[in-house]
């Protein structure tokens, strides 16, 4: 068995390449809940012209003898457009193809595969090395890291500030477009931390080792069924913010929540 490559030529260029540009977009959502009307995203906008023709025809070909005569079969995988080759990957073009292939002649998919790129190796080469000299290149690479920089500051600001808040904050680039309602977040963040570090304390005044409560024995609470529905939330907001799984969660904390639960008897 062995590959075919054989060069074609489209009647029409191959697909759009990269966007050319990044902006930032307003969205004026007025959905209340506390949050600003404008919600600050982004779009990528107009596109390179990619003016290769040319494609290439992947085909399976196959000797046989039959008859005392020799015999070929062959088999078209896909034609994939010029800079499809760098976009796509074989598997995305011909794997349904490829698994046909592999039925009937008995030869995994995976030297099939093989096969293949042995051929198509060079070729991919050739072309990235073309490519990587492009406009579109250097353009695609500076977008790609001015959107892994906005995920990344996005992913740290909503890990403190909750879901949803970066964006009616700041913008794709990282400026700063509502001042206010960033400090309204931190004020909001600032009492949440007080609170929580207010409700330990008072719980290690209160309970100071398992035996001093009066609810000490596990299993042996004397709380009502209504009071511990509401300890069990109690207990899932605590859980929530101390659990060790957390960013800054806190172990030792979480063990004294946890003693607590066995205390409520919840």
């Not at 007025?30 to 990619?50: A, E, L, Q, S």
């Not at 963040?189 to 309970?207: I, M, V």
Request: contains cysteine.
């Amino acid at each position: 068995m062995y590959c075919v490559i054989q060069k074609v030529f489209n009647k029409k260029c191959n697909s759009l390449g990269e966007s050319k540009k990044i902006e930032v977009t307003e969205y004026n959502w007025g959905i209340g809940d506390n949050k600003p009307n404008i919600y600050y995203g982004y779009k990528c906008t107009g596109h390179f012209v990619r003016t290769h023709k040319e494609a290439f025809k992947i085909s399976i070909h196959k000797s046989y003898r039959k008859d005392g005569k020799i015999k070929k079969k062959q088999w078209v995988l896909c034609t994939m457009g010029y800079y499809d080759l760098l976009d796509w990957s074989l598997y995305d073009c011909a794997d349904s193809k490829i698994d046909r292939v592999s039925e009937e002649t008995g030869i995994s998919a995976d030297d099939i595969y093989d096969i293949v790129y042995k051929k198509l190796d060079p070729i991919i080469s050739k072309i990235t090395e073309e490519y990587e000299q492009t406009e579109e290149y250097k353009i695609k690479v500076k977008n790609n890291k001015i959107l892994s920089k906005y995920f990344t500051a996005k992913g740290k600001f909503e890990e403190k500030y909750g879901q949803d808040n970066y964006d009616y904050c700041y913008d794709v680039f990282g400026m700063l477009r509502n001042e206010e309602y960033l400090n309204q977040l931190h004020k909001e963040y600032k009492t949440k931390q007080e609170y929580y570090s207010s409700y330990y304390e008072n719980f290690k005044s209160n309970y100071k080792s398992n035996n001093d409560s009066s609810y000490s024995d596990i299993g042996h609470s004397t709380y009502t069924k209504d009071e511990k529905v509401k300890l069990k939330k109690i207990y899932k907001v605590l859980a929530l913010k101390f659990h060790p799984d957390i960013n800054n969660g806190d172990a030792d904390m979480m063990k004294f929540i946890n003693r607590l639960k066995e205390q409520w008897g919840i």
